[in-house]
């Protein structure tokens, strides 16, 4: 008997047992393990090499936040001008009280669409990778219309998840009574005008811009540059410090955020795209400006 014979044959079927191991293997592996094969997943076949990475990502980030504050300055100015047509300022303190006071909401809405048109001239920059619904690219898709209905309720649950957990936190820790809160607080505290503008942006506004970038633009560029787990961890961390001027004044109100961008995160990566983190965010959104609106309606405050 010819031991190479069987030695050579041994092997053959070895590497034919091994390689249809590997393609059963990779069947099943999900595909956030695949990152240096992202080009077989990819879906806008665009030419050349792909520009939705980290810092095309963090570029359109800067872009979007710097919409934001030259906005917020021109919107300052403008009601700094009303201010003085108007009643006058006679000192400093009146110029600050004007800001934050009446100022407020024409300031935070000026912020608001500022960073939203900014988001809209950014993501030129990626728009190869805008429709790509791989896990590397920004998913700017509907998606099932069943998933984004769940999603609303799904979103609405996580509210009043939060609504709940904060209560016993309240009765558990000492939380100064009435205290300031974040420009968004203290507008959601206002009558007329400024709860009116936070309605508006928390549902019209935020959902669609804050969804579009963080689990769209940035999630897609940060997974391709520097892995999924990464790139989930780093675009979950930067929106949640993007809500830190608010939380910070109510520590458990970081529990709230981090459990809707974590929602938002899994439906964008589970259903391939943005709509149902839209959707997910809207509808948390929804919940808690009807419980504000509620609580001002029966005069308890927020």
């Known amino acids: 008997m010819d031991t190479n014979n069987i030695v050579g044959g041994m092997e053959s079927e070895v590497s034919r047992v091994s390689v ?3 393609e ?3 069947k099943i ?4 393990l695949k990152k240096a094969e992202y080009q077989t997943v990819t879906n806008n076949n665009a030419p050349g090499k792909p520009v939705l990475r980290a810092s095309t990502a963090i570029l359109v980030l800067i872009i979007f936040l710097a919409g934001q ?14 201010q003085i047509a108007g009643n006058g300022i006679t000192n400093q303190e009146d110029l600050f009280q ?10 935070v809405f000026a912020s608001a669409i ?3 048109v900014a988001l809209a001239a950014g993501a030129n920059l990626v728009r190869k990778s805008l429709q790509d619904n791989s896990l590397f690219g920004a998913a700017w898709q509907t998606g099932k219309p069943k998933a984004i209905i769940t999603s609303v309720f799904l979103g609405a649950g996580a509210a009043l998840m939060y609504m709940v957990i904060s209560s016993l936190l309240i009765n558990l820790f000492s939380f100064e009574a009435g205290q300031k809160g974040g420009p968004l607080t203290q507008m959601a505290a206002q009558p007329g005008f400024g709860l009116a503008t936070i309605i508006f942006l928390a549902l019209f506004i935020a959902p669609f811009a804050e969804e579009f970038l963080f689990r769209g633009i940035l999630l897609g560029g940060l997974n391709r540059s520097f892995g999924i787990w990464w790139g989930i961890i780093i675009s979950n961390l930067l929106f949640i410090i993007l ?9 458990p109100a970081f529990l709230g955020i981090g459990l ?3 929602m938002a995160t899994w439906l964008r990566l589970t259903q391939k795209a943005i709509g149902p983190a839209v959707a997910v965010h809207f509808g948390y959104n929804l919940l808690m400006m009807g419980l504000t609106v509620i609580a001002k309606a029966d005069g308890s405050g927020v």
Not at 29 to 32: G, R, S
Not at 69 to 81: D, E, N, Q
Not at 243 to 251: K, L
């Open 20 to 22: 249809r191991a590997s």
């Open 24 to 26: 059963q293997a990779y």
């Open 29 to 32: 592996i999900p595909e956030t």
């Open 69 to 82: 504050l030259i906005a917020s300055i021109i919107g300052s100015i403008f009601v700094i001008i009303k």
């Open 98 to 107: 004007g800001l934050t006071l009446g100022g407020m909401p024409v300031i």
């Open 114 to 116: 500022g960073g939203a």
């Open 243 to 251: 809500h830190f001027t608010e939380a910070i004044y109510f520590w």
């Open 260 to 262: 809707l961008s974590a």
